[in-house]
């Protein structure tokens, strides 16, 4: 543990932590390592009891994962969007945009929660589709779909 708080390629608040557990082995109290360390008293209890419950340095010093957003798209969402993005553009516009695929998707699929437009355009990035750029959609003319390396 001596090594993660000189070695300096960890995180400030898992440093902290290591210090905490440290001070707390020499026998120091509460109070002793708050004013040693210049932390709060709910931060020392609070490693101290993580310390109790978890048993392991490493998972006292390191931050738990966090769970993050939930993913919104699903891959069938995903399809759907790729593959609405190859066909002709709705009608009065020269294009599709990442709104009105959102609009699609949205109309087509009621219970999917609302998106941004940024969503569907880092899936278009993702897939190096471009729908403004006429050159880099297929559009069926009624053949099965080939692959342009295919034909």
């Avoid at 109290?29 to 020392?44: E, K, N, P």
Wanted: charged content about 25%; aromatic content about 4%.
């Amino acid at each position: 543990m001596q090594r993660l708080i000189t070695s300096g390629a960890h995180k400030a608040r898992e440093i902290t932590r290591a210090r905490i557990l440290l001070a707390s082995d020499e026998g120091n109290t509460d109070q002793a390592i708050v004013g040693r360390l210049s932390c709060s008293l709910s931060q020392v209890r609070s490693v101290r009891r993580r310390f109790d419950e978890r048993r392991g340095i490493a998972a006292v010093i390191t931050d738990a994962p966090r769970p993050g957003q939930p993913v919104k798209l699903t891959p069938q969402h995903e399809a759907f969007i790729i593959a609405t993005a190859c066909t002709p553009a709705p009608p009065n516009h020269a294009h599709w945009t990442a709104g009105a695929l959102k609009d699609q998707l949205l109309a087509t699929y009621q219970e999917l929660r609302p998106l941004s437009n940024e969503t569907v355009r880092r899936l278009l990035a993702a897939h190096q589709l471009k729908p403004w750029r006429e050159k880099n959609v297929v559009h069926s003319k009624g053949q099965p779909a080939l692959s342009r390396a295919n034909g």
